[in-house]
């Protein structure tokens, strides 16, 4: 069974960095079709995809968010963080981690944690 | 980047009714188009992939057509588990989610 679960900070001042971790269990992220992405929703509004990590640990992100993002993994811990730079309070949002379903190149999240919110307030 | 367009923004139906959300996408696709299902205070749920593929345990009401830039998820027999909010999304190029289709109760 796969599960993933997102942890960080509920609460970041504008300007700061956030960092989020993903850790997942159920399966492993050390093959090139496997990935795990990053994707928010901020309040009453609709998905907005982040990043995404595969297991060869080639990513992909957002290109309006590229500049402020990284996403790095952990296997010997089954994490995936996601570090945002110059928070805003329009970042203010649920921030989810999901599974890539399946292995081709076709990209669809089919398990998700559960979200953390985030807002950002000086 | 490619802009992923969802009509109706919301819809009322009843249970029972056929219920058809499109998706439309600024270029083409192909056929890299997903549907979710999202209930408030909820993670979505992915329902269909690449445009009409159904993922197991989703019922036979709902399917999926289209390909290039417009798509259709149907839901052929309303029932009140159903009424949740649907996002399309496309993985043709990096990934992009439409705004949402809120289906509402009559």
């Known amino acids: 069974q796969i599960t993933l679960k997102e942890s960080g900070p509920t609460l970041v001042k504008p300007t700061q960095t956030l960092t989020l971790t993903c850790t997942f269990s159920?399966?492993?992220?050390?093959?090139?079709?496997?990935?795990v992405g990053w994707i928010r929703q901020p309040p009453g509004k609709a998905l907005e995809w982040l990043a995404l990590?595969?297991?060869?640990?080639?990513?992909s992100y957002s290109p309006s968010l590229k500049s402020r993002l990284i996403i790095t993994k952990d296997t010997s811990k089954n994490q995936v963080v996601l570090t945002m730079t110059n928070m805003d309070p329009v970042d203010t949002a649920t921030y989810y981690c999901?599974?890539?379903?399946?292995?081709?190149?076709?990209?669809?999240?089919?398990?998700w944690g559960q979200g953390t919110t985030v807002t950002v307030s000086s | 980047d490619i802009q992923m367009t969802q009509s109706p923004s919301s819809l009322s139906a009843s249970v029972g009714d056929r219920v058809t959300i499109t998706c439309r996408a600024s270029?083409?696709?192909?056929?890299?188009l997903n549907w979710y299902q999202q209930k408030p205070g909820y993670a979505p749920k992915l329902l269909i992939y690449a445009t009409t593929g159904l993922l197991r345990g989703v019922p036979s009401r709902f399917s999926g057509s289209g390909s290039g830039t417009d798509f259709t998820l149907t839901i052929t027999s309303l029932q009140p588990e159903d009424f949740a909010t649907y996002y399309c999304?496309?993985?043709?190029?990096?990934?992009?989610f439409g705004g949402g289709t809120k289906v509402e109760i009559k």
């Open positions: 999901a599974h890539k379903y399946g292995s081709g190149s076709y990209i669809g999240m089919d398990v």
């Open positions: 999304q496309q993985s043709f190029r990096d990934l992009t």
């Open positions: 159920g399966f492993s992220l050390t093959t090139s079709g496997v990935g």
């Open positions: 270029q083409s696709v192909s056929n890299y």
């Open positions: 990590i595969y297991g060869n640990d080639d990513k």
